[in-house]
């Protein structure tokens, strides 16, 4: 009979090829100021991905040769100091072994007794105490923010209709249920509305100051109109570090009015939220302490390898009964292996789950939080760093006021828009760095979110000499355009 088990025959041999794995990760780490940010994928190693099923087995050295020369040279380059693009993480070395601990364990944290749920209740712990929410509060890993705020749209409507609306939908509401975020809030929040059920056309799109805060009065206007028109303002959508420029909402403002128009205050922090592991951050995210939920990423200013997404709830109760269900099958008992209700699958649409929970956890016994903290003070201190780079070079022009940890800044030229979109492609495979774009005011800017730990004055000074080098190739002078 053959050998149905997936186990290996010699396990003396995969140990060896497991220790030749792990050095070849540390090594990338250590080594990655050496490597490009990011490079084009050759075509001849896109198709190497285009092969049929494999039916038959290749010894794991061989495919581990082909992680080494056809994935790892082409990732995205995250963990590159040199990587600015977007906001994301940049990893560290605790919590790829983390994750390695969590892949050999294998555990399932939907729910049953088990020691990863109490990890996973540990950081929930935790994130109350950093956000001073209340005992009764209540927390889940997800993917990312992403998910958090669609879940928290379905908390909020179930606290507002009751768990008829689990049965019913939003049908039994009298009146349209209506959500207001601003505009410079992240596009998660438009799909979360949609994914609801309530569609888009009841997402209020509110107008932003010069600072890319929400407008609190044209806000309260709107919602007035709602209600005027008898419709049902039931949700607010703060944004505490906007995608764009880092801006935070004026929280304590917003949760001021959320309490006077009895509307559920929900904050997507998904980055920002973070900002309160220092001391320096923490007064500007003041406010979101009343919020009635919190998104946010362990995995972008956190640091924790992706992905480790959470939803923070004030109320355990009225999360848990969006999403509770009850089966047969997973009945709880008050001994055994189904104890311990309630489980994480009672506060989100996850059933199986992945031990998320440890490498967030060793992340924050590593290191401490004030040290976390204090990667988050770096980051900032490198956008001023590179603010004031900017404005003292006459061909570069900062785009808008830097909030935290965010630039926006172009090159000065005639074709602004698509020279400085050439600029940042130009840069992507130069290998040097990797800032990446977004619309300010209809102008097309450069955008640099410092968000990595590794990134140094170094590799912000690389950043602009590569950027005015490709604006001095790119723009030509206008004497030099054929107009003599
Ligand atoms: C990144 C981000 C999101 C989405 O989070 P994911 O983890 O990518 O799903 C939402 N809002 C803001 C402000 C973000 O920066």
Known sequence: MTRA????????ALRAQGHRMLDDMIDYLEQIRERPVWQAIPA???VLFEQALPSQPTDLAAVHASFMADILPYAVGNAHPGFMGWVHGGGTAVGMLAEMLAGGLNANVGGRDQMPVEV????VRWMRELFQFPASASGVFVTGTSIANFMAVLVARVALLGSSARGQGVRVSDGELTVYTSAAAHGSIAQAVEMAGLGRASLRKIGVDGRQQIDVAALAAAIGADRAAGRRPFLLVASAGTVDVGAIDDLRALAALAQRESLWLHVDGAYGAMGMLSPHIAPRLAGIELADSIAFDFHKWGQVPYDAGFLLVRDGAQHQAAFA?????????????AGGSPWPCDFGPDLSRGFR?????MTFKVYGSERLGRSIDQ??????YLGAAIEAHAALELMAPISLNIVCFRYRCGQ???INRQIVADLHESGIAAPSTTTIAGALVIRAALV????????IDRMLVAVVAAGARRCAPPDHQGIA
Do not use: F, I
């Open 5 to 12: 088990s997936l186990d290996p025959d010699n396990w003396d």
């Open 44 to 46: 001849d190693k896109r």
């Open 120 to 123: 996973e209740r540990q950081v």
């Open 325 to 337: 269900s009850p089966a047969a099958y997973l009945a709880r008992e008050t001994r055994g292996l």
């Open 357 to 361: 929970a440890l490498k967030t956890w």
């Open 379 to 384: 980051s900032c201190r490198l956008a001023q």
């Open 416 to 418: 602004a828009d698509s």
């Open 452 to 459: 990595n730990h590794r990134t140094s004055e170094h590799d």
